[in-house]
């Protein structure tokens, strides 16, 4: 489950349900790292690369290095993502 949540109030929010759900504090962090404008707008624009370097993985298990072009390709879109505030 992927929580939706507005930056200002992430860890507010989430961190009493978290600790309920998830007993780490590193996993609590990711949560509200998950909820960081800039994280939610390299999810949305960089979808595509993400899923074919993801589909890549599960083929290619014994020899990932053969998915280097797709890690390459999330991160040029990741890099490029327009950070506003």
């Known amino acids: ?3 939706k949540c507005r930056h ?3 860890c507010n929010t ?3 349900t978290a600790v309920n759900l ?3 504090k590193f996993n609590i962090s990711m949560v509200c ?3 960081s404008p800039v994280i939610q707008r390299i999810r949305t624009e960089c979808l595509e690369p993400f899923v074919a370097f993801e589909q890549c ?3 290619n298990q ?3 290095e053969k998915c280097s ?3 390459t390709d999330f991160l040029r879109c990741a890099e490029n993502v327009k950070i506003t505030e």
Request: hydrophobic content about 40%; charged content about 15%; overall charge neutral.
């Open 1 to 3: 489950m992927e929580p």
């Open 8 to 10: 200002n109030t992430c």
């Open 14 to 16: 989430h961190v009493a």
């Open 22 to 24: 998830i007993h780490n």
């Open 33 to 35: 790292i998950f909820c």
């Open 57 to 59: 993985l599960k083929e």
């Open 62 to 64: 014994t020899a990932v």
């Open 69 to 71: 072009k797709y890690v």
